[in-house]
């Protein structure tokens, strides 16, 4: 079993930052990718940005150049910094880990999620 535990976020003003950490706990040993994914009201969850094992991170469009996403691996935590916030970034963020045991087991977490509201 896995547990996530989300912190961060809150309420800033547009062109400001925030910075939401989650913290991994239990059996990690098969990580395969870490990720965090927003709700925007009236939308479905969609991937904000990805990091996997071997390092390579993917971001959704519409948050390159302002979010980063990175890993603590001694902390087993990974965090998302943003950056240049904007009104449409405001919503649920969730982050997420993936396991890999084989081509039949693979398990994903998620943490409990926490809310990030831009003003304008």
């Known amino acids: 079993q896995v547990q996530l535990v989300q912190s961060g976020g809150g309420l800033v003003q547009a062109g400001g930052s925030l910075r939401l950490s989650c913290a991994a706990s239990?059996?990690?040993?098969?990580?395969?990718?870490m990720g965090w994914y927003r709700e925007i009201p009236g939308k479905q969850r969609e991937l904000v940005a990805v990091?996997?094992?071997?390092?390579?991170?993917n971001l959704a469009d519409s948050v390159k150049g302002r979010f980063t996403i990175s890993r603590d691996n001694a902390k087993n935590t990974v965090d998302l910094q943003m950056k240049s916030l904007k009104p449409e970034d405001t919503g649920v963020y969730y982050c997420?880990?993936?396991?890999?045991?084989?081509?039949?087991?693979?398990?994903?977490?998620w943490g409990q999620g926490t809310q990030v509201t831009v003003s304008s």
């Open positions: 239990g059996d990690l040993f098969r990580l395969d990718r």
């Open positions: 997420n880990e993936k396991f890999v045991y084989s081509d039949s087991a693979k398990y994903e977490y």
């Open positions: 990091l996997t094992i071997d390092g390579s991170t």
